[in-house]
């Protein structure tokens, strides 16, 4: 049977079609830079070839429109009908789910619910999901939550420091994010390193437009960097990462705004694209920084510091790792970061090899020998798990 695994991001759509439970990947691409001014990159690969175009991308929807049309003119399928389940990922699942459901008009209700924790996810998912409804009224279709892993997390970990009502009444508390993709590529380097995941410490770094630490034992997830929304944490493509909560009150005062809209830029204005000025995206970055830009390099020596700092105060909570794991967009590409990221963690005896680390395109270990950490990049594929729930959902 057809799988369709859609993966929305804040600003990218992933898709893969799946022929299960074979897992085999009959198609799959993205479209890159939706809600973008300029215009949007789609790619999708067809018997191995990558077909690129650049077109306007104001939303999720176009995309998703977009991409059904194509499965059918370019006859990679024959008819719609053959997509038998469609998949999302969704970043927010709070209290209400500790595990994948059937969509319903009860778990949209919530995921709408949600959307002040995940301003930048829960909204596209949503419309990514109404808009496969639309296309494919008959279809089952099934979520998958980003904080359901993170439920394992004790009391001393997800809670915050907090009047205690705060968490009995509202909910406020850690839940994380990007959760099946840490269990993904921490179970995934378990298995290519022959070793028992319940006997492994491991912190998986899961660094693309949005970027979150997690610290795993025994296959448990022990703490992570995200916290009651994906803004909490390290600095990301336009998220600050963790800050003092009086700046918001500051600048709500300063430029009388409310605590929201501040919030909002906090979400979307900050980070790489705040500091840097230039943009949200890890390559421009990289390209401003070797043209000199000092605010590019700031920016990027900003978030690297936080990063190590996590990973040092995980080494400690762990009482010592085992692997680290790189994954998402710049950790699975950009070998700088890796390098750079590595640099700062010397004192904890990480060892790099540089030729290693040029490698891409599958998992690969990244440290020398002489690393008293095994370092490793493992591409993630939370659009396989994503598939692999959503069939055995629509066959129960
Ligand atoms: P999302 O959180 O939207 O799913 P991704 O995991 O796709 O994000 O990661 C997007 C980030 O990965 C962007 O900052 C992008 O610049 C970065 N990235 C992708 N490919 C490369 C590359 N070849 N070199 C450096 N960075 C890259």
Redesign the pocket.
């Known amino acids: 049977m057809k799988i369709m695994s859609i ?1 929305s ?4 759509l ?1 898709f893969k079609l799946f022929e299960m439970p074979e897992e085999k990947v009959i198609t799959e691409g ?1 479209f ?1 830079r939706i809600t973008f001014k300029e215009e949007g990159i789609y790619t999708i690969k067809i018997n191995g070839e990558k077909i690129k175009e650049f077109l306007p991308l104001p939303n999720h929807a176009v995309a998703v429109e977009r991409l059904l049309k194509d499965l059918v003119d370019r006859k990679i399928i024959s008819s719609l009908s053959e997509i038998k389940g469609v998949g999302h990922r969704i970043v927010q699942g709070g209290k209400y789910f500790d595990k994948s459901v059937l969509v319903d008009s009860w778990a949209k209700d919530r995921i709408r619910e949600l959307i002040d924790l995940a301003p930048l996810h829960n909204g596209p998912h949503l419309i990514g999901i109404e808009a496969f409804e639309k296309a494919l009224p008959n279809v089952k279709q099934v979520v998958v939550f980003d904080t359901a892993f993170h439920q394992g997390m004790e009391p001393e970990a997800f809670m915050y420091a907090v009047p205690y009502y705060w968490y009995t009444d509202y909910g406020i508390r850690k839940y994380g994010a990007h959760g099946t993709s840490h269990q993904f590529v921490a179970n995934e380097y378990a298995r290519l390193t022959n070793q028992d995941i319940n006997k492994l410490k491991i912190v998986t770094c ?5 970027c979150s630490l997690c610290a795993i034992e025994n296959g448990r997830c022990k703490d992570t960097s995200m916290g009651l929304t994906p803004l909490e944490g390290v600095p990301m ?1 336009t998220r600050t990462g963790n800050i003092d909560p009086t700046v918001v009150s500051y600048i709500v005062e300063k430029e009388g705004k409310t605590a929201w809209e501040v919030v909002n830029e906090l979400n979307k204005k900050s980070g ?1 694209l705040g500091i840097s000025g230039i943009s ?5 970055l ?1 390209d401003a920084m070797a043209e000199g830009n000092e605010r590019a390099t700031l920016a990027i020596k900003i978030q690297e510091k936080r990063i190590a700092d996590y990973i040092g105060s995980y080494y400690l909570y762990l009482e010592g790792i085992d692997a680290i794991i790189f994954t ?3 950790g ?3 070998k700088e ?1 890796r390098e750079r990221i590595c640099k700062r963690l010397e004192i904890l005896g990480v060892v790099i090899d540089d030729e290693a680390n040029s490698q891409r395109g599958y998992p690969f270990r990244i440290s020398a020998p002489s690393s008293k950490i095994d370092v490793w990049v493992v591409p ?1 594929n939370e659009e396989l798990v994503i598939a692999r729930d959503t069939m055995r959902l629509i066959n129960e």
Do not use: M, P, Q
Request: charged letters at 25%.
């Open positions: 993966n991001g804040s600003s990218s992933k993205v890159e899961h660094l693309g437009n949005g493509g790489y949200n995206d890890a390559r421009d990289e998402a967009g710049i699975e590409n950009a970061y993630t």
